[in-house]
């Protein structure tokens, strides 16, 4: 397990998303990033968390003024399975691309199949 403040996470978190290429960022459309303490008491393991309507969902109807999609980071459990910043780095650069690919209406199956999940 790595000690971390919550302010050294968000700089790995940072880190992380600087990894993800950049021709998928540009794809993505209204989401943001958040880091929270602890996952979900459901799934207190949960790495990362996508909340919204995946840009393959959004018909004509779909406004462009709504509250952006949410990816979610969750700093406790990500702690807990790496032993060194590094780890954390990548772990987040790997979670934010499984959340990012919800948000392109990619389900957990396809990414366990193409080595993601």
């Known amino acids: 397990m790595v000690e971390m403040s919550r302010a050294e996470f968000e700089d790995a978190v940072r880190d992380g998303l600087d990894q993800v290429p950049p021709d998928l960022t540009a794809l993505m459309d209204n989401v943001v990033v958040l880091v929270e303490d602890e996952a ?4 207190p393991e949960l790495l990362g968390l996508y909340e919204g309507v995946p840009l393959t969902e959004r018909g004509q109807f779909w406004a462009a003024g709504s509250l952006p999609d949410r990816i979610t980071i969750f700093r406790n459990p ?4 790496c032993d060194t910043r590094e780890d954390v780095v990548e772990e987040v650069a790997i979670t ?4 990012i690919a919800h948000h392109f209406g990619i389900d957990d199956e396809r990414l366990h199949d193409l080595g993601w999940a």
């Open 40 to 43: 979900p008491a459901d799934d």
């Open 96 to 99: 934010v691309v499984h959340e």
């Open 78 to 81: 990500t702690l807990a399975i």
